[in-house]
């Protein structure tokens, strides 16, 4: 089956700008969780998302946001870009409620979005 | 709060050597425990996981125990090929949320021919 798809793949915008990231999950999974990879931070955990509620958020200003839509789907957006912004950008889906749960975290091959 | 440290990279490696990648965690409870890996150009693929103290994790060779009293994840694998290189990264799940990862640094590994 289809794994975590994320677009677009690449993607350039201007400082000041917005932008808005896309995830499909993989069928069947209601959990969408986003990351954050950069060379300086590393991995950073920005939101998660279950049955469209966001269960919880990481340490990032309010220029970060996401939702999550009746069919699992979910986008993030970013607002007033800044330099910072630049990284990869990460989706990952799970059928149930992560690894609490017992079920397995799949990632997407992300969102390269540098900020000029 | 909770953390993750990994030995610092590029480990770097003639094919068939033996290879070890340090990993230690401070977290409160008992989190479960993950190797992530990501091969040039895309994103994480996990390795393996151990969800209790003393389990042992595997998949392609590699192989992880969950070492409570040391509050360790150390990865290893007898025999690495050119194919393994790429970015490792120990992670845990942080039970206070039940979705979200805390992750290291990553370690990048180079196998040489």
């Known amino acids: 089956k289809a794994g975590v798809t994320q677009t677009p793949r690449y993607l350039i915008k201007t400082r000041g700008q917005q932008v808005t990231l896309s995830c499909s999950p993989i069928?069947?999974?209601?959990?969408v969780s986003w990351y954050q990879q950069t060379p300086g931070q590393g991995l950073q955990f920005l939101f998660e998302?279950?049955?469209?509620?966001?269960?919880n958020k990481g340490n990032f200003p309010g220029r970060f946001s996401g939702r999550q839509f009746s069919n699992s789907r979910s986008e993030m957006n970013v607002s007033t870009l800044e330099l910072g912004d630049s990284a990869l950008y990460l989706c990952?889906?799970?059928?149930?409620?992560?690894?609490?749960?017992?079920?397995?975290?799949?990632f997407g091959e992300g969102s390269w979005l540098t900020v000029v | 709060g909770n953390s993750v440290t990994q030995m610092e990279g590029p480990v770097t490696l003639s094919e068939e050597a033996f290879l070890t990648i340090n990993c230690t965690y401070t977290?409160?409870?008992?989190?479960?425990l993950f190797w992530y890996v990501q091969y040039p150009g895309e994103g994480l693929q996990l390795l393996l996981k151990?969800?209790?103290?003393?389990d042992k994790g595997s998949n392609k060779g590699f192989e992880a125990t969950y070492r409570k009293e040391t509050t360790s994840f150390h990865l290893e694998k007898g025999s690495v090929q050119v194919s393994d290189s790429a970015v490792y990264f120990c992670?845990?799940?942080?039970?206070?949320?039940?979705?979200?990862?805390?992750f290291g640094s990553g370690t990048r590994l180079l196998v040489r021919p």
């Open positions: 990952a889906s799970s059928y149930g409620q992560g690894e609490l749960s017992g079920n397995t975290i799949y």
């Open positions: 069928s069947g999974h209601r959990s």
């Open positions: 998302y279950f049955s469209e509620t966001q269960r």
């Open positions: 977290a409160t409870g008992y989190p479960s």
């Open positions: 151990a969800t209790k103290a003393d």
């Open positions: 992670a845990l799940s942080d039970r206070g949320s039940s979705y979200k990862l805390i």
